[in-house]
T-cell receptor, first 116, second 111 residues
């Protein structure tokens, strides 16, 4: 069984469109994350939820809006897509992200977003 | 100064050699340290975590932590071509939920 899954795996869209990426984990973890990995392979945190509560909200354009309907799911909606949004977006989860020894993160397969 | 610094490489070692990957961090209060491996086109995969000073061994991998020097390293013994990947050092600050990733070191193991 897949531990952390994301859909879609690839997303190609035009500038100005709105798109969503979905993430689900079946590990029973409390904490979930969205990361952006750009062309230089730098992995940068965007958002984190702990038990459905938003706890990390980095300096990200407000066109990006996360939503966690329950602690097993974390979605990312992006409005008015721009060329610079092209990247790979990874979802991750950890058992209890705020505690030492419980914040090892498990990553989903990634969603490669290409904005034309 | 970057919060987590790694040499971008590439680091090239012959098959069977020891690969040594290094990482420094700026937050002296950091409490959790991780090494992830990322193959090209794939997601990061946790290979080692270390929380206290000293060495931690797992198979061919050894993580070393020196909090006084704010330094963490990963040794890969008997390197194999399948170890060729980018290795990401990650550090969790004291308190909070944020883990900071380094830019990664590319490792090539030559057969």
């Amino acid at each position: 069984d897949t531990a952390v899954s994301q859909t879609p795996k690839y997303l190609v869209t035009q500038m100005g469109n709105d798109k969503s990426i979905k993430c689900e984990q079946n590990l029973g973890h409390d904490t979930m994350y969205w990361y952006k990995q750009d062309s230089k392979k730098f992995l940068k945190i965007m958002f984190s939820y702990n038990n459905k509560e938003l706890i990390i909200n980095e300096t990200v354009p407000n066109r990006f809006s996360p939503k966690s309907p329950d602690k097993a799911h974390l979605n990312l909606h992006i409005n008015s897509l721009e060329l610079g949004d092209s990247a790979v977006y990874f979802c991750a989860s950890s058992p209890r992200g705020g505690e030492a020894s419980y914040n090892e993160q498990f990553f989903g397969p990634g969603t490669r977003l290409t904005v034309l | 100064q970057k919060e987590v610094e790694q040499n971008s490489g590439p680091l090239s070692v012959p098959e069977g050699a020891i690969a040594s990957l290094n990482c420094t961090y700026s937050d002296r209060g950091s409490q959790s340290f991780f090494w992830y491996r990322q193959y090209s086109g794939k997601s990061p995969e946790l290979i080692m975590s270390i929380y206290s000073n000293g060495d931690k061994e797992d198979g061919r991998f050894t993580a070393q932590l020196n909090k006084a020097s704010q330094y963490v390293s990963l040794l890969i013994r008997d390197s194999q071509p399948s170890d060729s990947a980018t290795y990401l050092c990650a550090v969790k600050r004291s308190g909070g939920f944020k883990t900071i990733f380094g830019a990664g070191t590319r490792l090539f193991v030559k057969a």
